[in-house]
């Protein structure tokens, strides 16, 4: 199982004045990650963290790789391919931050998790609609969900003849 806590970064105990490390995800992140949307990918991520001021820091996530999701489409799962990259302001302190671009890592403890904030900057960079290459698409599927949403419109129009109330209103008439 993957331990999330190796992308935790020790803010006291930096010695240079920047830091990089790079890790390369998989499954096992996902995994590893409570209640994640995402299960599965391989993602090459890089965190580079940069001493702003004595108690304030920035933090640079980038992250390249594919990730799976469900297609649009055809609903089985297709390989994403994301590229992005994300700054936050690090600070030392106490309060909780108001502004979700500053984190706020305690300055007794120094610190501060970057899981879920390359999970996020991932999340991030999936665009909103994807589907497969053409052709990749399975076929088979997208010709059962038409004959779903075929047989769902269908319902409707059927419904709507058929209502009672039509049906008594139509007598009357006559
Ligand atoms: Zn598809």
Redesign the pocket.
């Known amino acids: 199982m993957f331990s999330l806590e190796t992308m935790d970064i020790d803010l006291l105990a930096l010695k240079e004045d920047s830091y990089e490390a790079s890790v390369m995800l998989d499954k096992d992140f996902f995994l590893s990650l409570d209640d994640a949307q995402i299960q599965d990918g391989r993602v090459n991520a890089k965190l580079l963290i940069r001493k702003a001021a004595t108690e304030e820091f920035t933090l640079t996530i980038s992250v390249e790789g594919t990730v799976m999701v469900q297609?649009d489409?055809?609903l089985?799962d297709?390989e994403q391919p994301v590229k992005a990259e994300s700054s936050y302001i690090v600070k030392l302190g106490q309060n909780p931050s108001e502004d979700e671009d500053i984190i706020i890592v305690d300055e007794n403890e120094g610190i501060l998790s970057t899981a879920w904030l390359v999970y996020e900057t991932i999340v991030l960079a999936i665009p909103i609609k994807h589907?497969?290459a053409p052709g990749?698409?399975?076929d088979a599927m997208i010709k059962k969900l038409q004959e779903l949403s075929a047989t769902r419109s269908g319902d409707e129009i059927a419904e709507d003849t058929i209502d009672p109330r039509w049906a008594a209103l139509a007598q009357l008439k006559n």
């Open positions: 297609c489409l055809c089985e297709m589907v497969h990749k698409c399975n």
